[in-house]
């Protein structure tokens, strides 16, 4: 069989392999929480073009010969590939030594890969785990610019999701079980210059009260969590008042990063059960969740396998 006869034939294999098997509905948020499940069958070329720019990742130099051994694949197929890559700027032809090379572009597949993106793929199974185990939605939540922000949300698939709406959208950094737990347990200076930057804006907010604040920040570092500022609830619509809220820190070498936040109905865990309801399966999964951030950081440092690491 020829190049071109073989190329051919691979082309026409896949066409079939995507013909034969049936389209899937996407998944619902209420559906499956398995991240890695996908709706329809991958695109066997955008695999094998993958497979090929991690071996030749890997490899940092290598032939025609070199990647067929390691993948497997008909040269033709590697051929093609490779030229995709050159065209994207992930690989060149170095004629020197006639072979094939990675450039400085792969770098640039990793660098959204940190903050939320990192987090969210740390927590995203144990935050799922734990509204399974105790069926409260369980939020992550981070700082942005004096705000909090909910990066994933567990409400979905809650039988007590939130009835109002909480991802992706900024809340008050002072008056959120989240906002709270993040400033008590940052790092001393950052909260400095986040008060400061709060006393700068208070003829903004009448409600706001720094002593009281800071004092409650104090309670909150000697209990280990937050609850949400409780004369706000008095402020809030009459759905939410029936909430509270409870956060936990997410470290990171010492520095909290993100705090993991449960909503449930006060009606439900009486005050003197929180601990125990509530909190104690949070801290297991808070836990899991800082194991898993750095297991995914030394991944990013030095990773350059095939295989996804198994996560707690």
């Given amino acids: 069989m020829t190049l071109r006869e073989e190329s051919t034939h691979v082309d026409n294999l896949d066409q079939r392999e995507q013909e034969t098997v049936p389209r899937c509905r996407a998944n619902s948020p209420r559906g499956n929480s398995d991240a890695t499940g996908s709706s329809y069958q991958p695109v066997k070329a955008v695999s094998r073009a993958l497979m090929v720019l991690r071996c030749l990742n890997e490899l940092q130099h290598g032939s025609i010969a070199q990647l067929h051994r390691m993948t497997g694949y008909p040269k033709p197929t590697i051929v093609r590939a490779l030229e995709t890559l050159m065209s994207e700027g992930y690989a060149v032809r170095d004629n020197f030594s006639r072979g094939y090379r990675t450039t400085s572009q792969v770098q640039a597949l990793s660098r959204g890969f940190n903050g939320v993106p990192l987090l969210i793929e740390a927590a995203r199974v144990q935050a799922i785990a734990l509204t399974e185990r105790i069926k409260w939605p369980v939020s992550i939540g981070t700082v942005v610019d004096g705000k909090v922000v909910v990066n994933f949300s567990t409400a979905p698939i809650s039988p007590y999701g939130f009835p109002f709406p909480t991802l992706n959208r900024p809340f008050s950094i002072t008056e959120t079980a989240i906002g709270r737990c993040y400033l008590a347990f940052c790092e001393a200076p950052l909260r400095e210059r986040l008060l400061d930057q709060l006393a ?36 809030m619509f009459e759905e939410a008042q029936r909430f509270q809220f409870m956060a936990l820190p997410i470290r990171d070498a010492g520095e909290c990063i993100a705090c993991l936040g449960v909503g449930f109905y006060k009606r439900a865990v009486r005050r003197e059960d929180v601990d125990a309801v509530v ?27 095939s295989q996804p690491p198994l996560l707690c």
């Fill in 279 to 305: 909190v104690a399966p949070a801290r297991e999964t808070v836990a899991s969740i800082e194991a898993n951030v750095r297991l995914l950081k030394r991944n990013v440092e030095n990773y350059s396998g």
């Fill in 200 to 235: 700068r804006t208070a003829g903004q907010n009448p409600v706001l009260d720094l002593p009281r604040l800071r004092r409650a920040l104090d309670e909150i570092r000697k209990r280990g969590y937050a609850l949400q500022d409780p004369f706000v609830t008095l402020r």
